[in-house]
């Protein structure tokens, strides 16, 4: 399977799907003896850094891949394995709050309420003169806003699914202004803008900000010892 084939065009989910394979890459090919560490930590970094700058991640652009010195490649990999796995959660967290801010909540009653109006809604369009396939594909639309609705919560594209759909409907029916299942729609719209005016407004989340790799210590400055002045402190 091409791991870039099915790409999310969300910056933020594209690198959560490629870092997953290359990690997973990255483990199966540490359960084989014969691999060698450096080089495939090595080839993790620089997949992961090349999917960082492509999509626009600024997070980990303090880090490079170097294998010169093993033990400071090894302390250089295990801050950028962390600094991933930091850059993942706080995606994780603004993506959530995206989601959300993309669904509504409905209590029972209003679930209920929408249910009954998309029923009205697939009356009128079996009553309708349009063409027997515009028909199943409306039918098939308002199936999923159904089971959208019995949801915890639902999202919004379904409803525009389901706009686009009555809309090209009404251009089809032949009679002027034969369109009896609009005011089912605005009834639902309706109940959708009163939930999410009834949900607490989330802020904007942050930034993903960018992460240091650690500074290495300085040794401390050498004082030479002047044998012409032996009563000069000698620090012990």
Same mark, same amino acid.
């Given at each position: 399977?091409?791991?870039?084939?099915?790409?999310?065009?969300?910056?933020?989910?594209?690198?959560?799907?490629?870092?997953?394979?290359?990690?997973?890459?990255?483990?199966?090919?540490?359960?084989?003896?014969?691999?060698?560490?450096?080089?495939?930590?090595?080839?993790?970094?620089?997949?992961?850094?090349?999917?960082? !700058?492509?999509?626009?991640?600024? @997070?980990?652009?303090?880090? =490079?891949?170097?294998?010169?010195?093993? +033990?400071?490649? /090894? #302390?250089?990999?295990?801050?950028?394995?962390?600094?991933?796995?930091?850059?993942?959660?706080?995606?994780?967290?603004?993506?959530?709050?995206?989601?959300?801010?993309?669904?509504?909540?409905?209590?029972?009653?209003?679930?209920?309420?929408?249910?009954?109006?998309?029923?009205?809604?697939?009356?009128?369009?079996?009553?309708?003169?349009?063409?027997?396939?515009?028909?199943?594909?409306?039918?098939?639309?308002?199936?999923?806003?159904?089971?959208?609705?019995?949801?915890?919560? !639902?999202?919004?594209?379904?409803? @525009?699914?389901?706009?686009? =759909?009555?809309?090209?409907?009404?251009? +089809?029916?032949? /009679? #002027?202004?034969?369109?009896?299942?609009?005011?089912?729609?605005?009834?639902?719209?309706?109940?959708?803008?009163?939930?999410?005016?009834?949900?607490?407004?989330?802020?904007?989340?942050?930034?993903?900000?960018?992460?240091?790799?650690?500074?290495?210590?300085?040794?401390?400055?050498?004082?030479?010892?002047?044998?012409?002045?032996?009563?000069?402190?000698?620090?012990?």
């Amino acid at each position: 399977m091409n791991p870039y084939e099915e790409l999310s065009e969300d910056d933020h989910v594209a690198f959560l799907q490629i870092e997953k394979e290359f990690r997973q890459q990255i483990e199966d090919m540490q359960e084989d003896r014969n691999s060698n560490w450096s080089y495939v930590t090595a080839d993790y970094m620089n997949k992961t850094l090349a999917a960082a !700058t492509a999509l626009n991640i600024d @997070a980990l652009t303090g880090f =490079s891949v170097s294998t010169r010195n093993s +033990d400071a490649h /090894r #302390e250089n990999f295990d801050d950028f394995l962390r600094a991933v796995d930091n850059v993942i959660v706080q995606m994780r967290i603004m993506n959530s709050r995206t989601r959300q801010a993309m669904t509504v909540g409905l209590t029972e009653a209003q679930k209920t309420k929408i249910h009954h109006f998309i029923e009205k809604i697939r009356a009128e369009v079996e009553e309708s003169n349009a063409s027997p396939d515009k028909r199943e594909k409306l039918f098939d639309i308002l199936n999923n806003l159904a089971k959208e609705v019995s949801k915890n919560r !639902t999202r919004y594209e379904r409803f @525009a699914d389901l706009a686009r =759909s009555l809309a090209g409907l009404s251009g +089809d029916v032949e /009679r #002027e202004g034969a369109r009896p299942w609009w005011p089912w729609f605005e009834k639902i719209m309706g109940l959708i803008n009163d939930a999410k005016e009834a949900e607490p407004q989330l802020p904007k989340p942050p930034e993903i900000k960018k992460i240091e790799p650690p500074r290495g210590k300085l040794p401390e400055p050498y004082e030479e010892y002047d044998s012409e002045n032996p009563d000069d402190e000698i620090p012990f």
